[in-house]
């Protein structure tokens, strides 16, 4: 493509895709630590400054509990949410095929967008992604998913978010009885095609419940942390290092 053609498209291309952000309703900027988040969508007035402030605490949670302090902020994340499915569905679709009926992020466009008419839940996971994502460029996807879908079921508190037993454990439990559970060796090696492949039920299930595991020990941000620090070869060396695998799956077998 000639460097002139080339131009004409990246200038284009910049302008559709701030007018697909600007086109929605401003409801709020939200400034974390590192975090930059902008709040657009389509809600009930009424539920807009919960909505933003909800957006406040998953930032300051995720801030306090993974990431890394940095010299200057992360660049804007774009929030998109919506409280009707069919009008969620027809934004979502501008992006290309629907990823999801629930939320997506998409970190090349650092667009992040939820369905709120299903739940809350679908913003707060949506939103972790790029928090997390930024603070640890090259996460493994279960570590990914895993940490977002523990805030996607969570209470909020005044000391943070308490990560709550959720529909995943099903799944988790079904495979641990009928054999199809990876191990931890191979949730350490798994890749974005084995997590969101045939296995998916199941490879998110056993990341959600790792997790919570090591939230309930008290070493969640040690964990987390030591895999950031850590050649990803030698994942499987530091989550057993935190938690025994026996163990872990008598507790998932008997969890409620």
Not at 199 to 219: C, E, H, M, P, W
Request: charged share 20%.
């Amino acid at each position: 493509m000639r460097a002139g053609a080339l131009l004409v498209l990246l200038i284009l291309t910049t302008t559709s895709q701030a007018a697909t952000h600007t086109e929605f309703p401003l409801l709020g900027q939200v400034n974390g630590q590192r975090a930059r988040v902008v709040v657009r969508g389509e809600i009930a007035a009424k539920s807009a400054k919960a909505t933003v402030k909800l957006v406040g605490d998953i930032i300051a949670d995720v801030e306090r509990r993974f990431v890394q302090a940095a010299k200057s902020p992360d660049h804007d994340v774009t929030l998109l949410v919506f409280s009707d499915d069919k009008r969620y569905r027809s934004v979502a679709e501008t992006f290309g095929p629907l990823i999801s009926a629930w939320g997506f992020y998409l970190p090349d466009k650092r667009v992040a967008i939820a369905n709120l008419g299903v739940s809350a839940g679908n913003m707060r996971h949506e939103l972790v992604h790029p928090l997390i994502g930024d603070d640890y460029p090259g996460i493994p996807m279960w570590l990914n998913e895993g940490v977002a879908s523990l805030y996607g079921t969570a209470q909020p508190g005044k000391n943070g978010f308490t990560f709550l037993v959720n529909y995943r454990l099903k799944d988790l439990k079904r495979a641990l009885a009928d054999g199809t559970c990876p191990t931890f060796a191979q949730l350490a090696a798994s890749t974005d095609a084995d997590v969101h492949g045939k296995q998916s039920l199941v490879y998110y299930a056993l990341a959600r419940y790792v997790l919570l595991y090591a939230d309930r020990k008290g070493t969640l941000s040690r964990l987390y942390g030591d895999l950031r620090s850590s050649d990803p070869a030698k994942h499987a060396a530091v989550l057993a290092r935190y938690i025994d695998e026996a163990t872990f799956r008598r507790w998932a077998t008997a969890l409620h």
